[in-house]
Structure formats: structure tokens, C-alpha cells
């Protein structure tokens, strides 16, 4: 989507949101400025960590959002309860003027991020910070889900190339499109997905289906013409009827490619014991003198499925994975959270605010937050949130679990700083350049290799520091005290 057409799409957002808006228009404090962040509260897939994905599309939908006419015509159309405009023309008018003011600091993509870390910081007139909740929440909670999930399953494959074949099990066009770029900021290779591969600059990759091999008399006929066809991009898909003999067809095929100066690519199997017949497929192929012919597997593979076939030794090259990786097999959504921590009326300093839950997991963190993550021997050892406002001194500093006040790390001046989050809007004015994709696919890479292996196991992985700055903490303590009546 071009930021010019960004404001047919201000109504991408939940009614409440629209109806609060009004509500705070109506109560004269539109303008008050407020700070809400955008966190996860539990990693995906029961995994170890995740990827933050989604900034380069919420930076395209919030640059030059507008409320159009049409959308401020629809708007003034609904009716409340008793047949009555729900909104007041001034409202209506206030949208059609609006120009978004808001200051947005991010965590770039590609970072690996851990639960209770604001993703986004949007600070703003609360009004503004309320319109953009649903969009920025929709965007930020499928690509993060979709990265990770990509992140595990390149994580099973060793270094072998991963290619996203998922768009036609996808949740629909937006849906394929997001995957396939979130995917590949997750560490795949490419994409069959075409237009995603136009828009965003990713490999495509693709051959031939089983109904290509069905419209011809017999299997030979039918490699024979794809070779006739296409002698610069032939892998074969070999097990529509018998795979082992699938694959002697394709050695004879690659003779054919050889005697007109090409090569046979790779063969596909996509059904039956992998394990097994991808084993005899080498064989055969390298008894037929095509050693560097690749295999590739396919047919409903995830992270767990790839990791049994590593460990039979399965010698598969190339792994394309669909419906598992674009669906988030095993995990329906992110559970992505957008939280009011701070209000600042005019002329008066920051009041902090948090919403107390009977769940300890929901209950939230007050203040302005960033988060500063430390290394040591270039392995990251931990994540402390803090208060911009109360910003830990000097090299040392302790941070406190939230869920448990008697767990407490402490970091010193051997450990190395680095803070996560980064300007991106100031005042509605875009600050920030994303990298390019590749850039981020190399980012999630490399913040893989720092983290300790025992975080990116798919069992029972070993949960990673985060915590919060012990002022912070304490503040928090008050506050739940005091929202419950608790003196001490």
C-alpha cells in the first residue's frame, strides 16, 4: 500500500476506537497527552523467543494517514440506539482536519524480542494514540507471529535454504502477501508467492505441480516437455505416482538437460516417508552420476517434522514449507496487547497509570518504558525495562522480575548496553528510514547467533532474563497497592 493511499484505509480500526475518540473530543481532553506501548505477554509455539516484524508496514500505513471524505461520509451515517447520529458534526470535521502528531519509538525488525517489551512506544494527544490501536496491533501481531514461526523452522533445517510455499492455504490475499514477507525477515530463502515477490524484493522460486505430469500419456512425456519448456529452471516433482521411479524418470530427463548444456536443478517429493525415500532418491540420482542434483521435500512440513528428519539423516536440501509456516500452525495469534501507561495534561508532568488484573501476567507497567538489553562475550544475557523518566545511573543496575519479586539480576560494566528501541515518527514527521529487507532478514540472523541455544530449543526452552529496572518496579508495587487499597 503507497502513503498516498494510506487514508482510505483510516477505518481499519475497531468502532470503539472511534467511539472513545469522540468521547474524549467530547470531554475536552482530546489533546491530553498520553504514552501507550505495544507488547506481547507470551512467546509463540511455547518457544523461547520471538521476532519483531511488522515496522516497514505500520511506518507505510501511518505515513500521510487521513481521514478522507468518504470515510468522514460513512462515519456521519451511523446511527446510536435511538436513531440519532452517533457522532457530532464538529467531531466529524475534527477527523477530516486531523493530522497525526504522534512521537513513535520502535524496536527494529528482525530484533529478537522476549515477552513484557514494548514492541512500539506511541506517545500523543490521546485521541490520536487510541485511532491507531487496531491497525498498529493487526500489523505488529501477525508479522512478528509469522517471523518467528519462520525463524524456528530455519532454525530445524541447519542452514539448509527454507522456501515459503504457503499462499495458497493463506488466510487470504493481505494475509499471503504479509506472511511472505514476514517469512522471509524469519530467515527463509523465498517465496512462490509472485506478487510478493515483486512488491517486496524476495526470491521466487517455483517449478512444476502434479497436474503437469497428469495432462501428458506418461511421466517420461511429461519431463521430457518441461526440460523442452523450461531447460534453465527444471526441478521435477516425482511422486505423483511411483517416487523411486519418479526419480529415474528425472535421471533421464537430466541426461537430456546435460546433451543441451543445462543441468537438472533438483527433484521434489512431496509425499510418503521422507526420510526414507529421499535417501534412495540420493542413490539413485548419485548412481545416475547427479550428485549435485538437490532434493526437495515438501508436504504439510513445520519445525518439529524438519527436526525428525535432520536427526534420520534424511539428506534433503531444500525445505518448502506452507500451510504450517503461513497459518502459525500451533499458535493463532500473537496476543499482542496496546496499554495506557502515562498521562500528561497541559502544563503538568507525566502521571503514570497502569491497569491491575487478578492475572499477574495482565497486569501492566507504568510509565514512559524503553528497554536496554545486555551482552557479554557477545551473547545476550538480558532485558531490562525502565523509565525514561527514572533512567538507571551509572554501570551497575538491578532489575526485578515481575512475576516473581524475590528473582533479581544485576548487570555491571563487563556487560555490554545497547538500547533497543529507536526514533521513528517525531511529532507525525517520519525520522526513520527501515532498512531494506535483506538487511532485516540479516538482522534476525545475527540476533539468533547471540542468543544461547538453550532459549531456541522447540522443548522446554530456557527462559530468557527480562525484567524491570528496580525503580520501576517499585513504582509498580505502589501502584497495584494503591488501585487495590492496600496500606502499608
Known amino acids: 500500500m503507497k502513503a498516498e493511499d494510506a487514508g482510505s484505509r483510516a477505518l481499519l480500526t475497531d468502532l470503539y476506537q472511534l467511539t472513545m475518540a469522540y468521547g474524549y473530543h467530547k470531554a475536552g481532553i482530546a489533546d491530553t497527552e498520553a504514552c501507550f506501548h505495544l507488547s506481547f505477554r507470551n512467546d509463540p509455539f511455547e518457544g523461547g523467543f520471538s521476532i519483531a516484524c511488522g515496522l516497514a508496514p505500520v511506518i507505510e500505513y501511518l505515513d500521510g494517514l487521513r481521514f478522507t471524505d468518504e470515510d468522514c461520509a460513512y462515519l456521519a451515517r451511523q446511527k446510536g440506539n435511538d436513531g440519532t447520529p452517533l457522532f457530532g458534526d464538529e467531531f466529524i470535521g475534527w477527523l477530516r482536519d486531523l493530522h497525526f502528531e504522534l512521537d513513535i519509538t520502535a524496536i527494529p525488525e528482525g530484533t529478537v524480542v522476549f515477552p513484557g517489551e514494548p514492541l512500539l512506544r506511541v ?19 501477525f508479522s512478528t507471529l509469522i517471523a518467528t514461526k519462520a525463524a524456528r523452522v530455519c532454525l530445524a533445517a541447519e542452514g539448509d535454504p527454507v522456501v515459503e510455499f504457503g499462499l495458497r492455504r493463506a488466510q487470504g490475499p493481505d494475509g499471503g502477501l504479509s506472511a511472505s514477507r514476514a517469512a522471509y525477515i524469519g530467515g527463509c530463502a523465498g517465496t512462490s508467492n509472485t506478487l510478493a515477490a515483486m512488491r517486496f524484493g524476495i526470491p521466487a522460486v517455483g517449478t512444476h505441480a502434479h497436474s503437469w505430469v497428469m495432462a501428458f500419456d506418461s511421466e517420461p512425456e511429461a519431463f521430457s516437455a518441461y526440460v523442452a519448456a523450461l531447460p534453465n529452471n527444471v526441478t521435477l516433482l516425482v511422486d505423483t505416482y511411483d517416487t523411486l521411479e519418479g526419480v529415474r524418470n528425472a535421471v533421464a530427463a537430466g541426461r537430456l538437460l546435460r546433451e543441451r548444456g543445462q543441468r537438472l536443478a533438483g527433484i521434489r517429493i512431496d509425499s510418503g516417508d521422507l526420510a526414507w525415500l529421499s535417501k534412495r532418491a540420493r542413490e539413485i540420482l548419485d548412481d545416475g552420476g547427479f550428485r549435485d542434483t538437490k532434493i526437495i521435500a515438501s508436504n504439510e512440513l513445520d519445525e518439529y517434522l524438519i527436526e525428525s528428519l535432520k536427526e534420520q539423516g534424511a539428506p534433503i536440501d531444500l525445505w518448502g514449507v506452507g500451510t504450517r509456516l503461513v497459518t502459525a500452525e500451533g499458535q493463532p495469534a500473537l496476543g499482542g496487547v496496546y496499554k495506557l501507561s ?144 492496600i496500606r502499608d
Open 342 to 485: 502515562a498521562i500528561r495534561k497541559p502544563g503538568g508532568d507525566w502521571q503514570p497509570r497502569i491497569k491491575v488484573s487478578e492475572q499477574t501476567a495482565k497486569i501492566t507497567t507504568p510509565g514512559l518504558q524503553a528497554v536496554r538489553r545486555f551482552s557479554r562475550d557477545g551473547v545476550f544475557v538480558g532485558d531490562m525495562i525502565y523509565s525514561e523518566l527514572d533512567q538507571p545511573c551509572g554501570a551497575e543496575c538491578l532489575m526485578v522480575d515481575p512475576g516473581d519479586s524475590t528473582r533479581r539480576k544485576g548487570f555491571s560494566a563487563e556487560d555490554d548496553p545497547e538500547e533497543l528501541l529507536v526514533p521513528v515518527f517525531q511529532s507525525g514527521r517520519l525520522v526513520y528510514t527501515p532498512p531494506s529487507l535483506p538487511a532485516s532478514r540479516l538482522r534476525a540472523c545475527e540476533q539468533l547467533s547471540c542468543l544461547d541455544a538453550s532459549h531456541k530449543r522447540f522443548l522446554n526452552p530456557h527462559r530468557y532474563a527480562v525484567g524491570i529496572e528496580r525503580r520501576l518496579h517499585e513504582l509498580r508495587t505502589d501502584l497495584i497497592m494503591e488501585a487495590r487499597g
Open 123 to 141: 506517545i500523543g494527544p490521546i485521541a490520536q494514540c487510541q485511532l491507531v490501536e487496531t491497525p498498529l496491533l493487526n500489523i505488529v501481531n
